[in-house]
Structures are given as structure tokens and as C-alpha cells.
């Protein structure tokens, strides 16, 4: 079908609206009892309260037809579909289901059928419900899917409602259906007929393309069909209603020629009487004698009377309660009284009589004895209705013959209405049988019609498909020699495009054996210029030498950096860059990273601060090795782009109810600042916040880009937050799983209310130490200088413990260290100094500082300062001998023990030797792996530092071979120190069986925590 559902479904749409619309104002109209709401252009037939319950769910189940309630639809169909098959079977079988009057017992119209809807408006919904029912259930129609049957039942009511406002509109009553006593109201009647005519179109959609007239056809012949049929039951019905009307006029005419007949026997025995009385004079007690016994004779007679010619009262007897009694009177003259005068008009001279009858009682007496009773009588006195024989039906004007009987001066006026008894008799099953048979013809006939064009349709289509098969099969010949063709060129694509994937596999191998031996070639010298150039700096140089050392190292550094930043940018590109998951602690991993940029910070003069909030947990599961990277490269921007003020890093995070913390790792600095429109460029590859960024302080600009990439690997993500010229703010947030394997180590401590004296300068760092100590539970007392620090001594009372700043003022640290502890002597509080590392070994004393106070390195890191405060609350009273035990001195590791060093590079033998020695090692040197597997079989060495790329034989093999060898040898700890630094050469040292790995180039703070780690665990030691 061409036409969508659009058109139709507005159209029900706004016929379910105006049902529910018109059907709640009328039961509101009932409930409150509006009269002319009521009976608003009824014509005389209001709508029940039942009809508007039935119609106001029509309504809503049309509504329902558009929407995503199809089904919704259906089941309100058949709630209207059970309304109206009650209704018609309680006047099928003459019974009453009490709905009507639960519904709403104030709208009884009369005590037969009590506000009940006509046989025509059940019919009609019991048709509406089952189309809503048949096409409902289905779904929403489609253009090429309908609901012929639905179409039906809706073109049937209709039918129905179309006559019945035909019969409005003409005044032919005898178009409604007489047994129901009621007409269909013709509220009902339009509304239903709205809902029909617009349901009828929605609902019969077509199946065929091509098939819509015929289709139409079919349901027209059916309908008119079912048109002729109801016309031809509506003519039976009114033949049957007119045979009683017939009836009823004859009944009528014989009750009032019975009537007529009876009351001139009344008269004539009234005149015999008289001519009696006139014939021969009688006094009153003979008259009053013969009148008790006319009285008897005549029950309706209430009294009987004369006046004399002679003159006189008048004269009669009448009823008095159970008896009679005679009375003395003036004539009656009032003409409501039925009276019967003789002679009328008056004789002079003649006795005149009278007699006065009761209405009620002489219709009673002459139809009871004379009228068969199939008939119900009323007699209208004027002041009121008597029912004189039979049922008040309430009956409509048409089934009411009035008569009038004369009688002497007075008449009686009756009414005559059919019995149900009657009405009964004259029921005949011919209507319903032609209805039903012709409704059952009709659907046959259209269901034979609409199958027939059916048929056609799809004959028509079968020919269609055949023609344009045919046409595709050439089409599909055609194309098939086309795609034969492009097979063959495929093919050779498919041969070209393998030969460029082999090429292009060999470019990215090579690619990476160029990258993996680039970065090998690169960090080896490099590893001499770096280690050289530390060992240097360690060595008694003037100024201007430092200077130079000093230039060749950050030189170096930054050469490395640009190294690191490509091969990184390399890897990611390529995809090859792997994230780990493996339990780590993410203080130690920060705060490491921290002390490695912290001499950066503070050679610019710059304050550094690290911060770890007490709520996030330290021992979690992730890639330690990339957050440390992040964490680098974004404190060492700040570094590099503040020239005043502070840098701090701070760690935070809110635990999770799934085993995970949100954590977020936040770098702030006072630095220059970005510009808003230059944020969105800080992460493209190559690019700055500035362009002459790049030629003030260098960089390749692929930083930040790696540590979007490696945020992004690891599920979290970067912000920025910056202002020009007053700093900014960039944030690590990602989420960590927490090690659900080890104790949940903190950082928070309860002190207590323990009383702390600093001493330090004004500034962020000393600011942020007395945050951190208030938010564990100290009472904090500040000092600047050293005269103050003793003024808070000697007034303020006794403190738990001091931490003092190790430069706050000039060299006054070791004095007052000594002048504490020469004055409280034994008792003294408890001291720790603050300092940079460098300041530890250049500091003029500082080695003396030792004996006196414990030693922290900047930036503090908060799990090193609670183990500080531990101490001192340990500490606190304990005999001088113990307090010193209990606080060694901090001095530069040394490290006790034979090293092999494996390296084949005379400059890097030469690096690493200095670096380990000056950490305490005694160095053995193997050229290459076949001189450390010999030496190594001597054993009594600590630990092996293996290079990987050797002459000769390998690192691999030669650790390989060391740990076949006996338990003694085959224990020590190797780690690799190698060049080689591309993704997967850590984890192929690991897999050959070294137990770590170092980079070149290497420096001392590496080695540092290499030693520290693996001396405890060499068997040696």
C-alpha cells in the first residue's frame, strides 16, 4: 500500500480524544446530577452512565493505538466488548446483573431497565471492543500489515449508529429498536459513529502493492450487504412493533366501546329507577329502602339521590365507611364529580335523581369483568394517574392509546399500554435470525471477495517478480563476468599488497633494530659523560671548573631525556608499549621520584614540598614504572618553567566499594603559566604552550604528548588548570586497584596533642609541614630565626620535640643544636634537621649535626617524617645512652663487599668502577662473559653487574651458565646494566635470570638503591 499510517492514526487519534472528552463530562454531569449537561442535544435520550464508563474506554484504547501501548489497547477493547455482551444478554434473557445500578444507582430512569444502554449501542461496543480486540493484539498496523476483520466489526457499528442518527434527524422513532424500551442517546450515537468511521481505515491495511481498490471493493459489497440486511431486520422489527401497535388501537377501541356499553346499562337501570319513583308517588323511607338496594347492585355507585317537585331539601342515600346511611343535602353541582342527572336537562314538575359514581372504582369494576388482560389501564383523574389493571411500564409516547368515556356529565380518561406479556407473545425469531445471517453472509461474501483480490494481487506480483528476475538474472550475468574481472584484479592487488606488507614488516623490523641499536650506541657514551662528569663534581674544583661540570652534566641529561622521549613516542606509536600490573607502593614510587627532582628544584631556588594524604592507600596494583614517569615529567616542566616560589607534588585519593582507589596525583607551581587559547596544544606531539618556550628552555615537546598516551593506556586521564602568570596546576587521575595481599600500610599518626616546635623560615614548605603535623593531632609553635626559637624554648615550656630547618638561619644550625643539649644535657628534646641532601655533606659542621639530632632529607616525605616523630615519641625520657643508640647517624651508605663488574666498554668500566667504589664497594672488573662465568665460579662476591652486549659470549649466556652453577655461586644476585633500554629488554634480562635492571647511563642514586636492596639479600650477607 502506497499511503503510510499517518493520516488514519491523527484521525483516531482525535476520535479517542473526543470520546473521552464528551464521556467524562457525562458521567461528571451524572455524578453531580447536571440536568442540562445531561441532556445537552440529546433529543430526548440522554446518555446512561454504563455507555459513557464503555465509550471513555474506547476512547483511551483509541488513544492507545499510536503510542508504545498497542497492547494496552486490545485489553481495554475487550473490557468494551464485555460491557456491551452483558448488556445484550441481560435482554436476551430478561435478567438484570445489577451493574447498572452498582455503576451508579442515582441514574435509574425507570425500575424495568435501570439506566441501562439500548440493545443498539451494546451491539455497537460489543462490535468496537472486538475490533480493538482483533486489531490491537496484532501490534500497531503497518503499511503493508492490517486487520481486514477489525475494519469489518468497525464498518458494522457504523452501520448501526449511522441509522440511529438518521432517526434523529428524520424523527422516525421506528428506527430504534423497540424491545429496549430506550433509544440509543444521541450523544452515543455520534460519538460511537466517530470512533467507527475513524477506525475502520486504520485498521484495514493492505498486504499487497497494487491490491488497495480491490480491497476496497470488497468491504463496500460486504458492507452493503450488511447494510441490506440490517434494513431488512429494522423492517421486521417495526413490522412486529406496528402488528402491536395495531393491537393496541383495537384493544383501545374496545375498551372504551365496553365502557360506553356498560355505563348506558348504569344510566338506563338509573332511568327505570327514576320512571319508578315518578310513575307512583312514594314517600322517603320508601325511596331511601329501593336506593339501599340499587347501592348494593352497583359497587362503584358512592350515592344516590332526588329532589322533590313539591320542594324540599333533597334527599338520597350514600356510603358512609362499612355501611350506608341516608342524608339530607343540597343537590350536587360540581362538574369534577362524575354525576349522572335525570332527566338533564330538568323537567318542571318531574322528580329529578341523581347518582354520583366513584372513577376508580366503576373502570375497575367494568374492565375486570369485561376486557381480557393483555392490556395495562390507566385512569387520569386530572389531579393524579391510577394504575387501574396491570404494570406501569413507563412506556414512550408511541406504545399509548388514550380514551374517553362519557358517562352523565363527567367522563373517564384512560390509558392503554401492552403487557410484557404481550410484547412477549409477539417476539418472533425471524429479525434475529435474518440479522445474524446476513451478517454471517456478508463477512462470507467479503472475506470471498477480499481472498479473490487477494489472489489477483498476488498473481499480478508472481508475474512481476518473474519479469524482473529475468532481468536480474541477466543483470547477474553481467555482473558476474564483472566481478570475475575484479577477482582477477584483486588477486594481483592481494600479490601486490603482500609484497608491501613483507616490505613494510621488513621497514618497521628494521626500524626497530635501528631504534634498539640507536639508543644502545647512544647511552653508551653517554654513560661516560654522565658518570664522568658526577665524578667530577664530587672532586675539589675551583668555581669556573664546576660551572663547566656542572653544564656538561645537564647537558647529558638532557640529551638523555630527548632520547628516552623519542623511544617512548617510538614504542607508542607502534603499539608495542605494554602497561604492567603488578603491587607496588605508591608513596615510596612518588616520594623516589620526588627525591630525584628535588636538587633540580632546589639549584633554581625553588621550594619543594611532597605531600601524602593520609586517606590514600600505599600498597596498590599498577605499572609503578609509568606513574613514575608521569610524575617526572610533569614536576620536571614545573621545575623548569617556575623561576620563583614553589613546586609541590601532592598524592590523594577516595577508596572505592569494588577493591578500588580513585587516585589522583597533582602538580602545582607558581611558574609562568598557560594561556586558556594554548591548554588544548599542550598534549599534541611537538607542540608548546609557547614557540619560544622551545628556544628558552628546550624540549622536543613530546612529554606531555607520551603522558596523555600513557594516562590513556592506564584508563585514566590529564587535567590542566591554569592562570598566566600566577602558576599551574596539572592532575593524574586513575584508577588503582588496591593490593588486596599485603596489610594496608598509611601514612597517618596520632599524636596526640604532642607539642612541636619548628623552626623554619616563612615559606610554603614550612607551611605545609605544619599543615601535615596539625592534621595528625600536634600543637605546633612556630620560630623564624634562632633568637626566636630559643625565646619559644625558654618561655614556652617544655617540647616533645624539635624539627629544625637546617638553613632557616645561616650557620646558627649546629650552635643551636649544641647550646639545646648543653643546656637541658640529658633531657633535651628530641631534635631532627631538615635539610637538602647537598646540605648534609657541604654544610660547614654538618657532619657534627649527627651527634645531635636525627637528619631528614628535603622534600620530607611523610611516611620518613612519621617514623621521625615515632622516634621522638619513643625517645622522649630514655637515658642519654639509649637516645643515642636509638638515633645512628645517617651517613653516606657504604656498602662492604667484592662486586663483579661485567662490562667490555673500557669508559664504562671506568664510570662504574668510581661510582661503586665511592659507595664503599671493592670492584673486580670481567671483560666480557666468559671472564665472569671463571670468576664467578671463585665466588665471595655480593653482587654481579652484568652488561648484555659482550664480545665473545653474551650477559645472557653467561648468567645462564652462572646460575647452573653450584648453590654457592648460582645464588648471587646479577643485575643487568646494560645500554639496551627498548620495550621488552627488561623483561628479557628478567626471563634470562637476573634479578634487576639498570639503563644507561647510570648514576649514583641508582646504584644507591640498587645495593641497598640487593646487599641484604646476597647470601654474603
Known amino acids: 500500500m502506497g499511503h503510510s499510517v499517518g493520516k488514519e492514526l491523527r484521525y483516531t487519534q482525535g476520535a479517542g480524544g473526543f470520546a473521552v472528552v464528551v464521556s467524562l463530562a457525562l458521567l461528571a454531569a451524572r455524578f453531580w446530577r447536571i440536568e442540562w449537561l445531561q441532556n445537552l442535544g440529546s433529543g430526548g435520550a440522554p446518555m446512561v452512565a454504563n455507555t459513557a464508563l464503555a465509550l471513555l474506554l474506547c476512547g483511551l484504547a483509541f488513544l492507545l493505538l499510536a503510542g508504545p501501548w498497542e497492547r494496552a489497547a486490545a485489553f481495554l477493547g475487550l473490557a468494551v466488548a464485555s460491557i456491551g455482551a452483558v448488556t445484550y444478554a441481560e435482554y436476551l434473557w430478561d435478567v438484570n446483573s445489577g451493574f447498572d445500578l452498582f455503576l451508579m444507582p442515582h441514574s435509574a430512569i425507570d425500575p424495568i431497565y435501570p439506566g441501562r444502554m439500548s440493545t443498539s449501542t451494546a451491539i455497537c461496543l460489543l462490535m468496537l471492543g472486538l475490533a480493538l480486540l482483533v486489531g490491537a493484539s496484532r501490534g500497531r498496523p ?143 323511607s320508601e325511596r331511601e329502602q329501593e336506593a339501599r338496594l340499587y347501592l348494593a347492585d352497583y359497587p362503584s355507585l358512592d350515592q344516590i339521590g332526588w329532589t322533590d317537585p313539591a320542594g324540599g331539601p333533597a334527599r338520597g342515600m350514600r356510603r358512609a365507611g362499612a355501611g350506608l346511611e341516608s342524608f339530607t343535602a343540597p343537590s350536587p353541582q360540581s362538574s369534577a364529580e362524575l354525576i349522572v342527572w335525570l332527566p338533564d336537562p330538568p323537567v318542571p314538575g318531574q322528580l329529578r335523581v341523581w347518582a354520583i359514581y366513584d372513577r376508580e372504582t366503576l373502570a375497575r369494576e367494568v374492565l375486570n369483568s369485561s376486557v381480557a388482560p393483555d392490556y395495562s389501564v390507566i385512569l387520569d383523574t386530572g389531579p393524579r394517574r391510577i394504575l387501574i389493571r396491570g404494570e406501569d411500564l413507563g412506556a414512550p409516547p408511541a406504545w399509548r392509546r388514550r380514551t374517553s368515556v362519557a358517562v352523565g356529565s363527567g367522563s373517564l380518561d384512560l390509558e392503554v399500554w401492552p403487557t410484557i406479556g404481550l410484547l412477549r407473545r409477539s417476539e418472533s425469531a425471524m429479525p434475529d435470525g435474518v440479522l445474524v445471517g446476513g451478517a454471517v453472509l456478508s463477512g462470507l461474501l467479503w472475506l470471498t471477495l477480499y481472498l479473490a483480490n487477494l489472489a489477483r494481487a498476488r498473481e499480478r506480483t508472481v508475474l512481476e517478480s518473474e519479469h524482473h528476475m529475468a532481468l536480474y538474472a541477466r543483470e547477474l550475468e553481467v555482473a558476474k563476468d564483472a566481478v570475475e574481472r575484479q577477482a582477477a584484479d584483486l588477486s594481483a592487488l592481494v600479490d601486490q599488497l603482500g609484497a ?292 619559644r624554648i625558654e618561655h614556652d615550656g617544655e617540647f616533645a620535640g624539635i624539627l629544625l630547618d637546617g638553613e632557616f638561619d645561616g650557620a646558627a644550625c649546629l650552635d643551636l643544636c649544641r647550646e639545646i643539649r648543653a643546656r637541658f644535657g640529658p633531657g633535651a628534646p628530641p631534635i631532627a634537621v631538615l635539610a637538602r641532601p647537598a646540605w648534609f655533606t657541604a654544610a660547614p659542621g654538618a657532619g657534627e649535626i649527627r651527634a645531635y639530632a636525627s637528619l631528614l632529607a628535603k622534600p620530607v616525605r611523610p611516611v620518613k617524617l612519621r617514623h621521625a616523630l615515632r622516634d621522638m615519641m619513643a625517645r622522649r625520657g630514655a637515658p642519654e645512652a639509649d637516645r643515642r643508640q636509638a638515633t645512628p647517624p645517617p651517613a653516606a651508605p657504604s656498602f662492604r663487599g667484592r662486586v663483579l663488574l661485567v662490562e667490555d666498554n673500557a669508559v664504562n668500566q671506568r664510570v662504574a668502577t668510581l661510582l661503586l667504589r665511592a659507595l664503599g664497594c671493592t670492584v673486580e672488573i670481567a671483560a666480557n662473559g666468559l671472564q665472569a662465568v671463571e670468576m664467578a665460579s671463585r665466588g665471595g662476591y655480593r653482587l654481579i653487574f652484568m652488561d648484555c652486549q659482550m664480545p665473545e659470549m653474551d650477559g645472557f649466556e653467561a648468567t645462564s651458565i652462572i646460575r647452573a652453577g653450584p648453590p654457592e655461586t648460582s645464588a648471587v644476585p646479577i643485575i643487568a646494566m646494560t645500554a639496551s633500554a627498548m620495550e621488552g629488554d627488561r623483561e628479557a634480562c628478567l626471563r634470562a635470570g637476573m634479578n634487576d635492571y639498570i639503563a644507561k647511563p647510570i648514576n649514583r642514586e641508582v646504584l644507591d638503591a640498587a645495593l641497598e636492596k640487593w646487599f641484604v639479600q646476597s647470601p654474603a650477607g
Not at 448501526?160 to 424500551?181: C, D, H, N, V
Not at 614504542?571 to 604492567?580: D, F, S, T, V
Not at 596539572?730 to 596526640?752: H, K, Q, S, W, Y
Open 142 to 284: 503497518q503499511p503493508d500489515r492490517g486487520s481486514p476483520w477489525a475494519a469489518f466489526l468497525c464498518g458494522g457499528s457504523l452501520t448501526i449508529t449511522a441509522a440511529a442518527i438518521l432517526g434523529y434527524l428524520t424523527a422516525r422513532q421506528k428506527l430504534f429498536p423497540w424491545e429496549s424500551m430506550m433509544r440509543m442517546g444521541y450523544q452515543t450515537a455520534v460519538v460511537a459513529a466517530a470512533l467507527a468511521a475513524t477506525g475502520m481505515p486504520y485498521f484495514l491495511r493492505l498486504r499487497e502493492r497494487g491490491a488497495s481498490r480491490g480491497h476496497w471493493k470488497a468491504a463496500l459489497v460486504a458492507l452493503l450487504v450488511l447494510a441490506m440486511t440490517l434494513a431488512l431486520w429494522r423492517a421486521l422489527v417495526n413490522e412486529r412493533g406496528e402488528r402491536v401497535e395495531r393491537q393496541l388501537d383495537d384493544a383501545a377501541r374496545e375498551i372504551q366501546l365496553v365502557m360506553e356499553a356498560e355505563t348506558r346499562q348504569r344510566v338506563q337501570a338509573l332511568t327505570r329507577q327514576r320512571d319508578r319513583w315518578q310513575s307512583r308517588e312514594r314517600d322517603d
Open 500 to 791: 608491501a606488507k613483507r616490505q613494510a614488516e621488513e621497514a618497521t623490523r628494521a626500524k626497530g633494530e635501528f631504534l634498539a641499536n640507536m639508543s644502545h650506541e647512544i647511552r653508551t657514551p653517554l654513560n661516560g659523560v654522565v658518570g664522568m662528569s658526577a665524578i667530577l663534581l664530587d672532586t675539589d674544583l675551583n668555581g669556573q671548573q664546576r660551572e663547566y661540570a656542572s653544564t656538561i652534566v645537564n647537558s647529558a641529561r638532557t640529551l638523555l631525556a630527548i632520547v628516552n622521549d623519542v623511544l617512548d613516542y617510538s614504542r607508542l606509536e607502534a603499539g608495542k608499549l605494554a602497561i604492567e600490573t603488578l603491587p607496588f607502593d605508591l608513596e615510596e614510587a612518588v616520594g623516589e621520584t620526588c627525591a630525584v627532582l628535588a636538587p633540580l628544584a632546589y639549584d633554581r631556588g625553588l621550594e619543594f614540598v611532597y605531600r601524602f594524604s593520609p586517606e590514600a592507600p600505599r600498597r596498590v596494583i599498577g605499572d609503578s614504572t609509568r606513574i613514575r614517569q608521569i610524575v617526572l615529567n610533569l614536576a620536571g616542566n614545573a621545575i623548569k618553567f617556575t623561576a620563583q616560589g614553589h613546586v609541590a607534588v601532592s598524592v590523594a585519593a577516595r577508596k572505592r566499594g569494588d577493591g578500588e582507589a580513585v587516585v589522583e596525583i597533582a602538580v602545582e607551581d607558581t611558574g609562568m603559566g598557560i594561556p586558556p587559547e594554548r591548554v588544548e596544544r599542550l598534549f599534541e606531539r611537538f607542540s608548546q604552550a609557547d614557540i619560544s618556550i622551545t628556544r628558552e628552555f628546550g624540549g622536543t615537546g613530546l612529554g606531555l604528548a607520551i603522558c596523555q598516551q600513557l594516562a590513556t593506556l592506564m584508563n585514566g586521564r590529564i587535567e590542566v588548570a591554569s592562570k598566566p602568570g600566577r602558576g599551574s596546576i596539572f592532575r593524574f587521575v586513575v584508577n588503582l586497584p588496591i593490593d588486596p595481599e599485603r596489610r594496608e600500610a598509611t601514612t597517618a599518626l596520632d599524636l596526640g596533642g604532642l607539642r612541636v616546635l619548628v623552626a623554619a623560615r616563612p615559606g610554603f614548605e614550612r607551611d605545609s609541614l605544619v599543615g601535615q603535623l596539625q592534621s595528625w593531632g600536634a600543637r605546633v609553635t612556630l620560630a623564624s630565626n634562632s633568637a626566636d626559637t630559643w625565646d
